[in-house]
Each structure stands twice: as C-alpha cells, then as structure tokens.
C-alpha cells in the first residue's frame, strides 16, 4: 500500500490499515472496502442479502463497489465474489479448537483445505482475543433466528476494530464463553463457519453460526455463488441403527437428507459435512468420514502441529 497522509483514526483501525500495508497488493481500496464492512457490517449483509430498506438504491453502487475493489480481474483469471468473501465449513469440535488456539500462527496459501483464489489464509495475531457480535444476517431479517450474539470474531486487529466501531453490539469474551456459543449453536442445529474474506486482510477472522433462513452466504449458495466449502468430511448412515424417525431431515440445513423407506439417504452431493445431523439423531446411526473428494478439513491443532514439526531442530 501507498503512504497516505495521516488520519484522526481509532488505535485499532490504524493497525488494521499498517498491516494492510505490509500485505503486497494490498492497496488503499482494500483497505477502505475492509473499513467499510467492518464498520458498517449490517448496512453491508442487509444491502447484500437485499433485506435493507435502501438495498434497491445502493444494491447497484454496492455491487459496482465489490467487483471494482474486490479484485474482479486478476492476472490469473477472473475471481468472483465468492473469492473474496466465502467460508469453510468446520464441525464443532473443529470450531472448538479454532477459539483455542494459544499462540500466533501464521499459514498460508492452504489451497487443500480452502480451494478459493484469493483470502485462503490463516494467520492468527492475538488469537485468545475473541469478540461476539450481533449477526448481521439475523439483524437484516424480519423474523431472525435468535440469539443474536452469535458471530464470533477472532484474533487481531479484528477483535479491537469490532469492539471500538460496534461498542453496542458486541463484547470480549473468553475461549470458554466462546466454545458455550459454538455448543449452544449446534444444539439448535445451526452450522459452524470460518469466514475469509480478502478485505479483511486476506485471511480468516470470523466463526459464524448459519442457518438457512438468515445466513447470507447460506442464501448466495442455493442462488447458485458458491460461496461455501465442505469441511471434508461427509455424514453416512448405519442403516442398521436408523429409525426413520427423520429427525436428520429436519435438522439439516443444507436439505441433503431425505427419508427413504425405513432408512435416511444422505446426497453426497449436497452433504457439506457439518455434524448437525449427527448431533441430534437420537439412535447414534449418523457419523462423519472423510471424503477425499469434499477437499481437506480445516483441523487447526493437525496444521500447527505440521508447522512445528517442519521448523528446523
């Protein structure tokens, strides 16, 4: 990024913009597109998902303003929407450890696990910094799914930057409240997703807990932007313990399960290999395996522990 001259701007939105800087081809408008969904998050969801008042007139200026500084062309190819802002599935065990880690991190490029051409990064400042914030997508919708305070904000400069633009609508809080959330979420058979966008510094920074009626990615995917990735893993049924109690299809929020008969039917194709289902049938007969073909799970604990082993002595 070019220097600019200096801004009356807030302590965190400085070191936002200053590690900006040290991102190559990180311009100023990535930047201002990164400022700008951070401290107008439910003007940018509700414009988005078409649920705010105003998103007839600003859907058009929105749009022209996510495919000029979103990085619609890039040297190796067009790059959609879904490139720059799009999330990986992650079951809730994976998510627990993601609100765990304890130490800086930094991995990059991790095109296995998330196969999108920009903002596949996981690089963690802070990690133990954890934010709760109102969902934008719930607070857009006229009948949300509640709570509200489900989207958990990870790491730095992330965390300072939602506390100081949305003192009202979020609060710290500790690993622990974080993994109560995630355990809470599920029960209420919602979907764990780690968000990566590419004007928030390239990389992941958020944990958000979707379900179909109110997620704005969830609604992009069935429009067909394929905005989300399976978590490598795909949910199988044992047959033999299967009731047909259906339990699985009502909980399922990617409609992948359909009663058949005496048993459950999972579409592979559909599957994105969550663990809802799994979590809530009452007879045990749902389990994930992975799925060489759904791409890599994002297993924090199994790319750290690779990391170290890869240093020298």
Partial sequence: MKENRKLPLKKSTKAFYQEGKEIEGYSFFDFLHGYIYGRWPYLYIGVGTGEHPLAKVLR????AFTYIFGGAQQPDGEVTFADTYHGKVVPTQAANQLVNVKEDIKLEDLEPLIPYVK?????LKNPDHI?????PCRNSRQDPCLPMDVCLIIGEPFASFILDHQPRRSRS?????????LKEEHQRGHVHHAFFKDAMLERFYAICNCCECCCGAMQAQRGGTRMLTSSGYIAV???GLCSACGTCVEFCQFEAVHLEGESAIISEADCMGCGVCGGHCPEGAVELVLHPEKGEPLII??????VREAMPG
């Fill in 301 to 306: 604990e199994k790319l750290i522990k690779e």
């Fill in 173 to 181: 809080i500790s690993s622990q409240e974080a993994v109560q959330i």
């Fill in 119 to 123: 903002a596949r990064d996981i690089i």
């Fill in 237 to 239: 049924i044992d047959d």
């Fill in 60 to 63: 058009p200026l929105f749009n």
């Fill in 131 to 135: 934010v709760v914030l109102d969902c």
